[in-house]
């Protein structure tokens, strides 16, 4: 069941060439939302009026403006616009190779899959996968820019195994680090409060396995649907019972440790259903979480 | 219609959200990001109401990904 | 690092309204680590750039978007749309309530438990989707300092699902500068495997070849990007065209003031100045 390409490029930088193929690397699992009338029930559609006189104007007749100040609009038209659309090419162009760690994972907006276009000449599944692996054995990204539908792109060409990957990338401006902003400031924390917290936090530590988390909201939306699809009406989940109020940030952290520390002699008891698994118990369940996999 | 003459504007109203919103290419609709619905073909983004204008009329995104693969 | 803080006018916060300020957050709720609560406000921490547009009529009168039912053309106010979902092919919906939909997970919805804390550079990049800022709410931002510290000093990044705008979230919390944030993740099932698109497996490769590419990733070898390569391009020239157009008084239409109010008539505060507000809002009171 192969996914089909959504577009066909050549990776060129120096005298590399590299026919290759993209795929969309994401799988949207968004319940699809619609906007409906209350009346009818029909997803509505939209229409472009003129506020004083209620004439319709559609879309095929409609002209975009930039508003540069209240009640002031500059009107641009179709062909200025098109003017400013890029070239159509199909030339992935690579500027520049950099270390991984020169574009920060905040950097990027979209991952897509590159695979060989192996249709448009001899010897380029064997380029493809001689350019992954020199990729990385170079642990190395490459800057490449890309026109893709009257779209410029900037992303990262990187390597994913055998294989490579382009990661578009957000503009200049878009990301606001940490750094352009000052942190909340207040009276210095006690010595043994941050003691404490240090070790609650190495009795929670563990390692990152992304299969041990599922998306449980999204099936039982589905189920809420289906039943209302139905006209039945789904029992509301039981209410967490509220937690006790610790007097102190102290005290807290104290329980905290304590319940921790206990959590590692047995299965901790959580009131959530427990999909994750207590930090401390050493036989990591995988069989179940592949389960739910199959149903959601 | 402003938001501020609608009494507790639901959080996937279309216009809502903020200047972090979402603004549909196809249409120039703000919707937030949630809602967001990407066309089979190409990928590319598009406001809950133009995916539904757009699949009544058979055709994914803008015309241009009429089936096929692409011709960039 | 025990030292106490100088009481110093670094920067004051900004003056802006507590209200707009928080009507801005994404979420509000509570992180729990044990039993440690830490009250928090959720904002974004990307930024839109480029140009935004505005539908006009063909003289430049700024458009206003209606929407109407396709039965019968007529025209659904705004207070009568409604959110609903398909069920089958033959275009039924369902209607659905907020409130329906936020009883699935109560648990989950207001309350963020950090369970576990793993190495903050084990998450593949290619996982990473949306950035949010958390900021202290309550009185005080006490716990929120002690979290960012340990966090910061073991390296570390909180794992936790919730759920915001009635879609479950699987999010990495990072602190950086005393500051927490949160990045969502994609769950596992989102994201395509070479296998599920059908990509070939490797065959052998041509020892030179790699070895000729190699050389050539060499001579393209950089220790930085440069920042003009993450430009907005395409915005640049439109913001070019658009200055110059005003320059020459070309296609400039007064559409009076009350025509400018759009689909958003307040003018939003810039999201800078709201974080940097939101980080200091809980410092003065405890």
């Known amino acids: 069941m192969a996914a089909r390409a959504i577009w066909k490029g050549v990776i060129r930088f120096d005298a590399v060439e590299v026919p290759v193929k993209l795929y969309a690397a994401v799988e949207d699992r968004n319940v699809q939302f619609r906007l409906l009338d209350e009346e009818s029930r029909a997803p509505v559609r939209q229409r472009m009026v003129n506020p004083a006189t209620g ?5 095929t007749e409609t002209k975009k403006g930039y508003e540069a100040e209240r009640g002031t609009f500059v009107v641009l038209e179709d062909e200025e616009l098109e003017e400013l659309r890029p070239e159509p090419s199909r030339d992935i162009e690579i500027t520049r190779f950099v270390p991984p ?3 920060d994972h905040r950097w990027y907006e979209r991952p897509y899959y590159l695979g060989p276009d192996a249709a448009s000449e001899q010897g380029a599944e064997r380029d493809y996968f001689a350019l992954a692996e020199a990729l990385a054995r170079k642990d190395r990204e490459g800057v490449a820019r890309w026109t893709m539908r009257q779209k410029e792109y900037v992303g990262a060409l990187r390597p994913e195994g055998d294989y490579l990957m382009l990661v578009t990338l957000r503009h200049a401006g878009e990301v606001i680090p940490a750094s352009a902003l000052e942190a909340p400031g207040g009276r210095a924390l006690a010595a043994e409060e941050v003691e404490m917290a240090e070790k609650l936090l190495s009795a929670l530590e563990d390692d990152f396995d ?6 449980d909201y999204r099936g039982r939306v589905l189920e809420l649907i289906a039943a209302m699809a139905k006209g039945r009406k789904l029992a509301a989940p039981a209410a967490a019972p509220p937690k006790a109020e610790p007097e102190s940030l102290a005290k807290a952290l ?8 206990k959590g590692k002699k047995a299965p901790a008891t959580k009131k959530a259903p427990a999909k994750k698994k207590a930090p401390a118990t050493k036989a990591k369940k995988k069989a179940p979480s592949a389960k739910e996999r199959s149903r959601g | 219609m402003s938001r501020s003459q609608r009494e507790s504007v639901p959080w996937w109203a279309p216009g809502e959200g903020s200047p972090e919103s979402e603004t549909c290419p196809h249409c120039l609709g703000v919707y937030v990001y949630e809602l967001e619905v990407r066309c089979v073909d190409c990928d590319r983004p598009m406001c809950p109401v133009c995916a539904v204008a757009l699949r009544r009329t058979e055709v994914r995104l803008c015309g241009e990904c009429g089936g096929g693969e692409a011709d960039g | 690092m025990a030292r106490p803080r100088a009481k110093r006018r670094a920067e004051a916060a900004p003056r802006i309204d507590p209200g707009a300020a928080r009507a801005r957050a994404f979420w509000s709720g509570t992180l729990t680590f044990g039993l440690v609560s830490i009250p928090v406000y959720l904002y974004p921490a990307n930024r839109r750039g480029g140009v935004s547009l505005r539908m006009l009529a063909p003289d430049g009168t700024p458009l206003a978007r209606r929407y109407y039912s396709p039965e019968t053309g007529e025209e659904v106010p705004f207070e009568s749309l409604v959110r609903g979902y398909e069920i ?3 275009g039924k919906h369902v209607l659905v309530e907020d409130e329906e939909l936020a009883a699935l997970a109560p648990e989950k919805s207001r309350e963020i438990d950090l369970r576990r804390f793993v190495p903050a550079d084990s998450i593949r990049p290619l996982y990473f989707e949306r950035a949010y800022f958390w900021t202290p709410a309550g009185d005080s931002n006490k716990a929120y300092r002690l979290l960012a510290r340990v966090m910061e000093r073991t390296g570390r990044a909180g794992i936790a699902t919730f759920v915001m705008r009635a879609k479950e979230y699987l999010i990495a919390i990072f602190a950086e500068g005393g500051i927490l944030r949160a990045e969502t993740l994609r769950f596992a099932g989102e994201v395509r495997t070479p296998e599920q698109i059908g990509l ?10 790699v070895r000729r590419f190699e050389k050539a990733i060499e001579e393209l070898g950089a220790e930085a990007l440069d920042p003009e390569e993450l430009e907005d391009a395409y915005g640049k020239r439109l913001e070019r065209l658009i ?3 005003r320059k020459r008084g070309e296609g400039v239409v007064e559409a009076g003031e009350g025509a400018g109010a759009g689909e958003d008539a307040d003018e939003p505060v810039d999201l800078m100045n709201v974080l940097k507000w939101s980080l200091k809002s809980a410092e003065k009171r405890r």
């Open chain 1, 55 to 59: 004439d319709e104007v559609p879309f």
């Open chain 1, 101 to 103: 760690a020169e574009i």
């Open chain 1, 210 to 215: 992304p299969s041990r988390y599922q998306d």
């Open chain 1, 254 to 261: 104290e329980a905290s440790l304590a319940q921790a520390r």
């Open chain 3, 88 to 90: 089958g092919e033959d």
């Open chain 3, 200 to 209: 070939p497996e490797k065959p052998e490769v041509d020892r030179h070849t």
């Open chain 3, 243 to 245: 200055a110059a157009k």
